[in-house]
């Protein structure tokens, strides 16, 4: 997809960080937006910021609900005329190991970051069928093949992105829909702050560590949409964690690992068992 303007795109977790800047920047590319999130507050002020965008619509949906997305889709349906493109970029975090994360905290993580997306494809592909070219993005991780310590709920939900996003590219080869998987890095969002069980500390580690801005990421997927990018890689930090494991996947794991101990160290001042 060469050009946005005049195409409608619909925008799962609008309300801040990649989706809100994905929302300005498509705006400015001249594609109508109909944005979707849970925090209707946040949703509104994307909404505010979207002044360029010929028309732009906002949906309160849970994306982890399959009837909500379901009526979002028919809702964008019918004020759109139709869908080009579905971006289902909406997730949460949960920083616990899997032995102390409980049974609601993997199902919260995996109902918005992985059946969130599995909804979203599933009610807006029968609309993208319907145009002469569309494309369906789906955000996942750098923790879809490089799992982090104290991440498992996260972990499992964005490994399952990577392969749903895959097995759609290899059922739509033929087809008029496109597909993209993304991979972000670290990205200055609010998704540490917004996690379960997550201190202050680390959440500011987290910013501290995250080399890409929501801007840049937003520009990197847009361009890796409009090139047809199957894997779209965010920030120097995912680029450097894919090269690593395609040469040393247990090294690298090793590696993590390793990372993750030392921290617990620093924190404990007193060595890990």
Same mark, same amino acid.
């Given at each position: 997809?060469?050009?946005? $303007? ?39 002020? +994307? ?10 619509? +906002? ?97 499992? $939900? ?6 749903? $996003? ?8 033929? +087809? ?86 030392? +921290?617990?160290?620093?924190? $404990? ?5």
């Amino acid at each position: 997809m060469k050009d946005f $303007s005049g195409k409608v795109v619909a925008l799962t977790g609008a309300a801040s960080g990649i989706g809100r800047a994905l929302a300005v920047r498509l705006g400015e590319e001249g594609a109508d937006l109909a944005l979707g999130d849970v925090d209707e507050a946040g949703l509104n002020e +994307t909404a505010k910021l979207v002044d360029r965008s010929p028309k732009v619509t +906002t949906h309160v949906v849970d994306v982890g609900d399959r009837h909500a997305v379901e009526a979002f889709a028919l809702a964008v349906e019918r004020r759109h005329g139709g869908v080009d493109v579905i971006v289902n970029n909406a997730g949460v975090g949960c920083v616990a190991t899997v032995e102390d994360a409980t049974y609601e905290d993997f199902d919260w993580v995996i109902g918005v970051n992985l059946w969130g997306v599995i909804h979203g494809v599933k009610a807006f592909l029968p609309l993208l069928r319907k145009r002469p070219e569309a494309h369906i993005v789906n955000v996942a991780s750098v923790n879809s093949f490089l799992p982090f310590p104290t991440s498992g709920p996260y972990n499992i $939900s964005k490994s399952g992105v990577e392969a749903l $996003s895959e097995t759609l590219m290899e059922e739509l080869s033929d +087809t008029n829909v496109s597909v993209s998987c993304v991979y972000p890095g670290g990205v200055k969002t609010n998704i540490s702050r917004n996690a379960r069980h997550t201190s202050d500390e680390e959440n500011v580690e987290f910013e501290r560590r995250a080399m890409a801005t929501p801007d840049q990421a937003a520009r990197r997927i847009i361009r890796g949409i409009k090139k047809d990018r199957k894997r779209i890689v965010v920030g120097v930090d995912a680029k450097l964690m894919v090269i690593a494991r395609r040469l040393s996947p247990l090294g690298t794991l090793r590696l993590v690992t390793w990372g993750w101990r030392r +921290t617990l160290k620093g924190r $404990s001042g007193h060595p890990t068992p």
